[in-house]
């Protein structure tokens, strides 16, 4: 292969057409600034992990059982990016490092689609297909439903508010 030219099959387009990462400059700008941003998700992250350990130890599942904790922590946290993202960007003007800090680190600390995977994963090596493709449905169902009901529901009681 000569000098420069790309593999076979690689991307030729920029990750971010806006950004020319080829210029020295333009790569260093890019990550200024990123400090507080991982601090602060990694903060939230510590603290919505706490929390979703903290409904695991209030509400076990038993190995082999379905996991309600789980499925109820995934439409919870929905629910609240649902609220959290109207308030957001319909009401408050938040400071730049509030959405990484909840959206991204408290709610995705919180929310646990990793497990959800792992479950699913050992419901069919238990020999239990369905029960895992019920619960792979049933879950996004519910993370859809959840979000999109919360983002409905706090549109109206602004809009109520505001009479």
Same mark, same amino acid.
């Given at each position: 292969?000569?000098?420069?030219?790309?593999?076979?099959?690689?991307?030729?387009?920029?990750?971010?057409?806006?950004?020319?990462?080829? +210029?020295?400059?333009?790569?260093? !700008?890019?990550? $200024?600034?990123?400090? %507080?941003?991982?601090?602060?998700?990694? =903060? @939230? &992250?510590?603290?919505?992990?706490?929390?979703?350990?903290?409904?695991?130890?209030?509400?076990?599942?038993?190995?082999?059982?379905?996991?309600?904790?789980?499925?109820?922590?995934?439409?919870?946290?929905?629910?609240?990016?649902?609220?959290?993202?109207? +308030?957001?960007?319909?009401?408050? !003007?938040?400071? $730049?490092?509030?959405? %990484?800090?909840?959206?991204?680190?408290? =709610? @995705? &600390?919180?929310?646990?689609?990793?497990?959800?995977?792992?479950?699913?994963?050992?419901?069919?090596?238990?020999?239990?297909p369905r029960t895992g493709l019920a619960y792979l449905a049933l879950t996004l169902l519910v993370a859809l439903t959840t979000v999109w009901s919360a +983002?409905?529901?706090?549109?109206? !009681?602004?809009?109520?508010?505001?009479?």
């Amino acid at each position: 292969m000569s000098k420069g030219a790309q593999p076979p099959g690689a991307a030729t387009e920029r990750t971010d057409p806006d950004v020319g990462l080829s +210029v020295p400059a333009r790569r260093r !700008a890019g990550t $200024r600034g990123l400090g %507080p941003v991982v601090a602060v998700v990694a =903060l @939230g &992250g510590a603290i919505g992990a706490c929390a979703r350990y903290g409904a695991s130890l209030m509400w076990t599942t038993r190995p082999g059982s379905f996991p309600w904790t789980t499925l109820l922590v995934n439409g919870v946290g929905c629910a609240v990016i649902g609220v959290f993202m109207v +308030v957001i960007t319909d009401v408050w !003007a938040a400071h $730049r490092l509030v959405r %990484p800090f909840f959206g991204t680190g408290v =709610l @995705g &600390g919180f929310t646990t689609f990793s497990t959800y995977a792992v479950d699913i994963q050992k419901f069919v090596a238990a020999g239990q297909p369905r029960t895992g493709l019920a619960y792979l449905a049933l879950t996004l169902l519910v993370a859809l439903t959840t979000v999109w009901s919360a +983002v409905w529901l706090t549109r109206r !009681a602004l809009m109520w508010r505001q009479r």
